[in-house]
């Protein structure tokens, strides 16, 4: 029963129309194109996928998006091939480099090898990543363990892995924690899923550098000497708002936030979006604002690439 309480702390969720007017209004717009802009696409959850135009990479993507009550019984849960399939034409990745898990939990590493398998990229994460990966049947020269201070080289993409730490998302604790010691079958269960290493994730490229933070937890210092011109943060299960504004954003003199991992990722992508109970969108919005009123805030559509640095 314990996997179960955990969870419902954690996955609680409604839809409420102001939230969900929020987050349209605040839309990044796409402007000023160039044939190099870098362009990013929001799949959901933490998912993105990034491209330059000559070389792209996915972080977390997940569309497999089973029902609440299958994960919190502890059914297994299996990729859903043909979405994956469909999520690579609709972003134009076939040809992807990389796939980049930022934590092994199921909403961020259970589709991974399938991106992986699909493009023929490389997965790239912690110890426990490759297990998912080696499960699903991808061949060691696809896989890329990574550890805190790693850096990976994707055409004019520079990747740093920075030790972070998952929020204690499931009733003030950190959910399914511990590491991968074999390879994970598929279909597995959530709870097969563990956490292994947290990383942020820090893209720089010629045009601009991004961090990704695929949890809302944080490290003191992680970002100590680092800056970047935006960053993509998880907002579910955050602590507190302006604590975490203050080690990422902050830290790292960040003009531009995207909240990510907000959506109900237990209803299909095909789906209206709603709004996960508790990841309260417009609190965010709130205590960012009168935060750092020089942060600009914004929310990106799901689906629709956008871009982020001309
Ligand atoms: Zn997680």
Redesign the pocket.
């Known amino acids: 029963m314990k996997p179960i309480l955990l969870l419902l702390g954690f996955l609680f969720f409604g839809s409420c129309a102001t939230t969900i007017d929020l987050y349209k209004e605040k839309q990044l717009s796409a402007t000023m194109e160039s044939d190099n802009a870098v362009r990013v696409v929001w799949l959901g959850t933490a998912g993105l996928y990034v491209s330059d135009g000559e070389t792209s990479f996915f972080i977390d993507p997940f569309v497999s998006r089973h029902g609440l009550l299958k994960v919190l019984c502890g059914f297994p849960l299996p990729p859903m091939l043909p979405e994956i399939q469909a999520w690579v034409r609709q972003v134009d990745g076939a040809k992807a480099q990389a796939v980049i898990v930022s934590?092994s939990?199921y909403?961020?590493a259970l589709d991974a090898p399938f991106f992986a398998q699909t493009t023929g990229a490389i997965l790239v994460g912690s110890a426990s990543t490759a297990h998912i990966g080696l499960g699903a049947g991808l061949p060691e020269k696809q896989l890329q363990i990574v550890q805190p201070g790693s850096r990976f080289t994707c055409g004019r993409f520079e990747i740093t892995f920075i030790q972070s730490r998952?929020?204690k998302?499931a009733l003030g604790r950190i959910?399914?924690p511990g590491e991968i010691t074999s390879p994970v079958i598929p279909p597995a269960s959530a709870s097969d899923y563990r956490?292994g290493e947290?990383f942020a994730i820090r893209v720089t490229h010629p045009k601009g550098s991004f961090v990704h933070l695929?949890?809302a937890g944080f490290v003191e210092k992680m970002f100590a000497d680092m800056q970047a011109d935006a960053l993509f943060v998880s907002i579910a299960?955050r602590e507190d708002t302006r604590e975490l504004l203050h080690h990422s954003a902050a830290t790292l003199q960040a003009k531009l936030v995207i909240p990510i991992h907000f959506d109900n990722f237990f209803k299909p992508l095909d789906q209206d979006m709603a709004i996960l109970w508790g990841a309260d969108l417009p609190e965010f919005f709130q205590t960012a604002g009168s935060f750092a009123p020089d942060i600009n805030v914004y929310t990106l559509p799901i689906g629709r690439s956008t871009v982020l640095f001309p």
């Open positions: 934590h939990h909403d961020h998952h929020s998302a959910p399914w956490l947290a695929g949890s299960g």
